[in-house]
């Protein structure tokens, strides 16, 4: 049974920075991307950042590049997101995601991210 599990969310002012994980079980962790999505009320989810199987390589949407670095622990089964410099519009509810080629996408129930003063 696939789970993903995140945490690390929470309110932060604008400037500041916030560590979220993605603890995974179910399925071989080493062997497949990963992403991090993330979503706001009334619009589709966004791709924030993949990261390979091995972590040798990674992706960003522009809007975050710079500021977000996804990593990933194959040792922990746990993939994160390091969030710096945070904006007002990257507030969000933030998921990880499997890769489709695992044989269907699974999705962790989200954690909310709140950039405000």
């Known amino acids: 049974q696939v789970q993903l599990v995140e945490s690390g969310g929470g309110l932060v002012q604008p400037g500041g920075s916030l560590r979220l994980s993605c603890a995974v079980s179910g399925f071989t962790f080493s062997s497949y991307a990963m992403y991090w999505y993330r979503q706001t009320p009334g619009k589709e989810r966004e791709l924030v950042a993949r990261?390979?199987?091995?972590?040798?390589?990674?992706r960003y949407a522009d809007s975050v590049k710079g500021r977000f670095t996804i990593s990933r622990d194959n040792a922990k089964n746990t993939v994160y997101l390091q969030m710096n410099s945070l904006k007002p519009e990257d507030t969000a509810v933030y998921y990880c995601?499997?890769?489709?080629?695992?044989?269907?996408?699974?999705w962790g129930q989200g954690t909310q991210v709140t950039v405000s003063s």
């Open positions: 990261i390979t199987s091995t972590g040798s390589s990674t």
């Open positions: 995601r499997t890769d489709p080629t695992l044989g269907r996408i699974y």
